[in-house]
């Protein structure tokens, strides 16, 4: 009852006209910044850092979280529309995102996303409200051996799982995590597979990865492709979506909320592993399994619930433990160290207003993305319209401007170009994308948390596996891999099953 009448006096704070107005341009902003492949709502917010310290600390932190939830939604436009997502947590969306736009039904899986997020930020909004005590004491018991299994578990997933071949999906997993290992090791300070070059010894940046994959490699591919067939004019669709629309978007809505907000609350958890899980969920639930890679709706209406509900989940460590989980909330508490703050636990018993004008600024944000995303759908879904030279040409700008801005070098053009062909020749030879990502984005996270594993009981394998949470982890990881062998043991069983009884049965007849 605290909690609610603190959220009250939050929304007292928060709805004020130039406080809403702040959150207006947050969300705008961020919805824009999204849509641009690579400039995501972490560097915008550290751009508009030295700008907000004129402000008061709450309108500061309410701009900040309009822009955090403006750029997890905004990712997903391009991601639908163009198959270019603008943050990695949008990966997924543009697997079955892009195939519906191609049908002509892009202004339904835009609606699908705006609403799925909608409904997934006020619910994990909630739950930030209600359940933040308890969703940190069960993250903060979660050691290294869980976050590894997790992550297998995601490994199996996109690999085993989402592609038509499995040894395909391996090979670009490993591609993948082959990738992520570039840069210095950060347990011995040695570089690994550097060349010798400086500017690899940071790595490659995911967004820069993300872009040259989808974005280069899918404008590569359409220019190949361009002279061979007639130019496809794709069509808009009809602007709203229908009641089948509504019947099989509503249950992955509440799954991925049900995924997000946990591995949002989770130390190094993110949006990328939930909107995994949250697709592959999708797939094996779905009664309509043969659309998945053609364009099914479930597959934009989970993912895109978990991205957002995941980014409601990051304010739980950062408010509660001072401990942010992705770059935004890094930057956010580094704003309120400028204020003089101090962010932890004593930051709710010292500055309450402050953080309860936050969270109803949340719920204030997300109903003003719906208002102002919905309405926008058909207009959005007009730029598939656009002939395709040019909307082609305008993607390698943008994917250009966006690598270019990530570490400001010359250099990451030349991988742009690189990774770009890497993913021409993956689109010309089968090889799924999806993997690859997942291991570029989760290898080092899962070599960090291995590692940790391994030197907390000095080098003993015994290490890797920790608690119940871990077990069912490698259960499922078991289950994944055997399951061709166990399916072929179970259908010869049944069919010498089946044979025994026909000769029964043709005996008996004689």
């Avoid at 479930?298 to 989940?313: D, I, Q, R, T």
């Amino acid at each position: 009852m605290d909690n609610l009448n603190a959220l009250i006096a939050g929304f007292g704070e928060v709805l004020s006209p130039l406080n809403l107005l702040i959150a207006l341009l947050g969300v705008t902003v961020g919805t824009a910044v999204g849509v641009l492949p690579g400039i995501g709502p972490a560097m915008t917010v550290a751009l508009l850092l030295p700008i907000t310290y004129g402000m008061q600390p709450t309108q500061a932190l309410i701009l900040f979280a309009a822009i955090f939830y403006g750029g997890m939604y905004g990712g997903s436009t391009t991601s639908i529309l163009l198959n270019t997502p603008g943050e990695s947590s949008s990966v997924v969306t543009a697997i079955e995102g892009n195939k519906m736009a191609k049908a002509g039904r892009a202004a339904q899986a835009l609606a699908t996303a705006a609403i799925g997020s909608f409904v997934a930020g006020t619910i994990a909004t909630l739950a930030l409200v209600f359940v933040m005590p308890q969703v940190v004491e069960f993250a903060i018991s979660l050691g290294a051996p869980e976050y590894l299994a997790i992550i297998l578990v995601a490994f199996v997933g996109v690999s085993a799982v989402l592609g038509s071949s499995r040894v395909r999906g391996l090979a670009s997993l490993l591609v993948g995590l082959t990738i992520g290992l570039i840069g210095i090791d950060f347990v011995t300070g040695q570089q690994r597979m550097t060349m010798g070059l400086p500017q690899l010894a940071d790595g490659i940046d995911v967004v820069v990865v993300a872009v040259g994959i989808f974005a280069v490699g899918e404008a590569l591919w359409v220019a190949a492709h361009l002279r061979r067939k007639a130019a496809e004019v794709i069509p808009v669709g009809r602007p709203w979506m229908g009641k089948e629309d509504w019947r099989r978007s509503w249950k992955p809505w509440l799954r991925g909320t049900l995924f997000g907000f946990p591995f949002g609350a989770i130390p190094a958890g993110g949006a990328e592993v939930p909107t995994f899980l949250s697709y592959m969920t999708e797939k094996k639930l779905s009664k309509h399994p043969e659309q998945f890679g053609k364009g099914a709706i479930e597959g934009v209406a989970g993912p895109e619930a978990a991205n957002n509900a995941s980014a409601a989940g990051t304010l739980v460590p950062m408010l509660a433990l001072g401990l942010p989980t992705n770059a935004t909330a890094a930057i956010m508490l580094a704003a309120l160290e400028g204020y003089g703050l101090e962010p932890g636990p004593l930051l709710l018993e010292k500055q309450p207003a402050l953080v309860w004008a936050l969270i109803a600024s949340l719920f204030v944000g997300n109903t003003m993305l719906l208002v102002l995303n919905l309405p926008l759908a058909p207009a959005w879904a007009k730029l598939l319209q656009i002939p395709r030279p040019y909307l082609y040409a305008g993607i390698l700008f943008f994917a250009s401007m966006g690598a270019y801005a990530v570490n400001s070098q010359p250099f990451d053009l030349w991988l742009l170009l690189g990774l770009g062909l890497l993913g021409f020749a993956m689109r010309r030879f089968g090889l799924p994308v999806l993997p690859l990502i997942v291991g570029v984005i989760l290898g080092p996270i899962a070599e960090k948390q291995a590692r940790r594993s391994l030197q907390l009981t000095g080098g003993d394998p015994s290490g890797l596996v920790g608690g119940p949470v871990a077990w069912v982890c490698y259960a499922i990881v078991a289950v994944v891999l055997l399951w061709p062998l166990i399916a072929k043991l179970v259908k010869a069983g049944r069919g010498g099953g089946d044979h025994h009884g026909l000769e029964t049965k043709t005996e008996v007849s004689v």
